[in-house]
């Protein structure tokens, strides 16, 4: 079964409230499950990068593990068409769009692919510092491309336009690998201090240190944090020694050291307000 295969069942089994927010750019469905009831309200989105589409099994796990204090949106495949990109290869794309992709990147082995099916990587295309990054290119490809302009694609969209109407009170990306939480983007002092309070709850809940990302700018945690104010985290799972894309050998310690940290971190809020 594929990971798209898979989220859609997953997706199907829940009988509580769910949604579809939106359509990858080659037309699949990006789902939003919702776990627990009432305030806070976080959203927790997993697979924005094509070849991390083993954190759509993290999101089930979280959903099975349950605990939040309130409620969380859970989205576990925000770029669908990466993500089979990546664990499929072409034969996942429309035949018209194959040649090109293909000299996209540079050739057939698309299991590193991050973009999506325009060779966007959405975790730049946030208008939050859009094209300031480090490691920001102008070129479709792999990685890295920023986009014709700041929430070009179809998925960012979609996940922008749920956010605004949700409203979350955090938001957590989760995205592989190496094992640490980023949680700064020019926070002022005030909300700095709340940030990492918060960001620490989430290193004690999976044992991975907080990191700064120097010169990173456009992602959607970046977003969050300066339109709304709010503490957003971006948890990096999965030991470096895995090697990309990670493969179910690596799901169990995955699962293991993540699976309450949500709990942990909705009840953390909870307590603070
Ligand atoms: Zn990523």
């Given at each position: 079964m594929d990971i798209y295969e898979f989220s859609r069942r997953f997706y199907e089994s829940i009988k509580?409230?769910?949604?579809v927010i939106g359509k990858s750019l080659f037309g699949r469905d990006v789902y939003a499950i919702k776990l627990g009831a009432g305030s806070p309200v976080g959203i927790v989105q997993y697979t924005m990068h094509g070849?991390?589409?083993?954190?759509?099994k993290?999101?089930?796990?979280?959903?099975?593990r349950g605990g939040v204090v309130g409620s969380v949106w859970l989205l576990p495949l925000v770029n669908p068409d990466g993500a089979l990109m990546s664990e499929l290869g072409i034969s996942s794309v429309p035949q018209a769009k194959r040649t090109e992709l293909i000299a996209l990147n540079g050739g057939e082995d698309f299991s590193l692919w991050k973009a999506n099916g325009r060779g966007v990587d959405l975790n730049v295309n946030f208008?939050?510092?859009?094209?300031?990054?480090a490691k920001n290119t102008r070129r479709a490809g792999a990685e890295n491309y920023i986009g014709a302009r700041p929430l070009?694609?179809?998925e960012t969209i979609a996940l922008a336009a749920f956010t605004e109407k949700?409203?979350?009170?955090?938001?957590?990306?989760?995205?592989?690998?190496g094992e640490e939480i980023y949680w700064y983007f020019y926070q002022?002092?005030?909300q700095r201090e709340r940030d990492r309070v918060l960001g620490e709850v989430l290193a004690r809940s999976t044992g991975y240190p907080l990191a700064y990302a120097g010169n990173s700018a456009g992602g959607y945690k970046d977003w969050c944090i300066s339109r709304f104010s709010i503490p957003s985290f971006t948890v990096e799972v999965g030991?470096?020694?895995?090697?990309?894309p990670l493969g179910e050998g690596a799901l169990q310690d995955i699962i293991t050291k993540n699976e309450n940290s949500l709990a942990d971190l909705s009840r953390a809020y909870g307590n603070m307000v």
């Amino acid at each position: 079964m594929d990971i798209y295969e898979f989220s859609r069942r997953f997706y199907e089994s829940i009988k509580t409230e769910k949604a579809v927010i939106g359509k990858s750019l080659f037309g699949r469905d990006v789902y939003a499950i919702k776990l627990g009831a009432g305030s806070p309200v976080g959203i927790v989105q997993y697979t924005m990068h094509g070849r991390e589409y083993i954190t759509a099994k993290l999101a089930a796990a979280h959903y099975r593990r349950g605990g939040v204090v309130g409620s969380v949106w859970l989205l576990p495949l925000v770029n669908p068409d990466g993500a089979l990109m990546s664990e499929l290869g072409i034969s996942s794309v429309p035949q018209a769009k194959r040649t090109e992709l293909i000299a996209l990147n540079g050739g057939e082995d698309f299991s590193l692919w991050k973009a999506n099916g325009r060779g966007v990587d959405l975790n730049v295309n946030f208008p939050a510092r859009w094209g300031t990054g480090a490691k920001n290119t102008r070129r479709a490809g792999a990685e890295n491309y920023i986009g014709a302009r700041p929430l070009s694609e179809p998925e960012t969209i979609a996940l922008a336009a749920f956010t605004e109407k949700i409203r979350p009170q955090y938001t957590v990306s989760y995205h592989t690998k190496g094992e640490e939480i980023y949680w700064y983007f020019y926070q002022n002092a005030a909300q700095r201090e709340r940030d990492r309070v918060l960001g620490e709850v989430l290193a004690r809940s999976t044992g991975y240190p907080l990191a700064y990302a120097g010169n990173s700018a456009g992602g959607y945690k970046d977003w969050c944090i300066s339109r709304f104010s709010i503490p957003s985290f971006t948890v990096e799972v999965g030991a470096d020694r895995y090697a990309h894309p990670l493969g179910e050998g690596a799901l169990q310690d995955i699962i293991t050291k993540n699976e309450n940290s949500l709990a942990d971190l909705s009840r953390a809020y909870g307590n603070m307000v």
